[in-house]
């Protein structure tokens, strides 16, 4: 597998500990919560179905072989190299958590705007040092302001960043919508961002073929 499918799976099993394979070179996720979903275009492709029960222990074993080359079988992979090899047995997918096998059909975005990895950065040191789990998204004079706030507590510290993006029929009222920090497990990267006032989000890797539906939190 190259190194880019490996990554993809190492950033997916952070949204579920498992995994579901289907043959092709798409691969999806969902949160047990339903509330992250994401799917990724790989350059490998899978030659059958297959799960994976534990994404980190398939990953440790995965490296203790050196440039290792993956065979699939049946009822397991083999990865090799030279010297040595490990079979690795499949778990049966019905135990599993199985992602819907459509895209999620996103509706109309009333807000986009430009993710990029320093800004996401940025908001995690804001969110850790405050210890605040809300991403609050509003309308700003001429752009859109991520805060980290505490939405319960008025008076609460706030961090405030502004983003590149715009705000269809941007007003005074417009409702402020809010993302969970902790359900931002994106690989790393910059993203292009809609976002829903029907509670969803769609994140779009600019440079991979890389796309996470998030939920947003109500209100």
Do not use: C
Request: charged residues 20%.
């Amino acid at each position: 597998m190259q190194n880019e499918t490996m990554e993809v799976i190492r950033n997916f099993g952070t949204i579920n500990q498992n995994l579901v394979f289907k043959q092709g070179n798409v691969l999806r996720t969902v949160a047990d919560a339903k509330n992250v979903l994401a799917k990724a275009v790989l350059e490998d492709e899978f030659p059958q179905d297959f799960g994976i029960y534990d994404v980190g222990e398939f990953i440790n074993v995965f490296n203790l072989i050196e440039e290792g080359e993956v065979s699939y079988y049946d009822n397991h992979l083999n990865i090799s190299n030279s010297s040595s090899s490990i079979n690795y047995y499949y778990s049966d997918t019905e135990m599993l958590t199985n992602p819907p096998e459509k895209d999620l059909q996103m509706p109309t975005g009333e807000v986009t705007f430009t993710l990029t990895q320093d800004i996401l950065n940025q908001l995690r040191k804001a969110s850790s040092a405050l210890g605040h789990k809300s991403v609050i998204i509003s309308a700003g004079p001429e752009s859109i302001t991520l805060s980290i706030v505490d939405p319960k507590n008025t008076t609460s510290n706030t961090y405030t960043i502004e983003v590149s993006g715009k705000w269809e029929e941007m007003h005074e009222n417009a409702p402020r919508l809010s993302l969970n920090i902790d359900n931002l497990k994106l690989l790393p990267g910059d993203y292009s961002v809609e976002v829903s006032s029907k509670l969803i989000s769609k994140f779009t890797h600019t440079s991979q073929d890389l796309t996470y539906w998030i939920a947003l939190e109500k209100n």
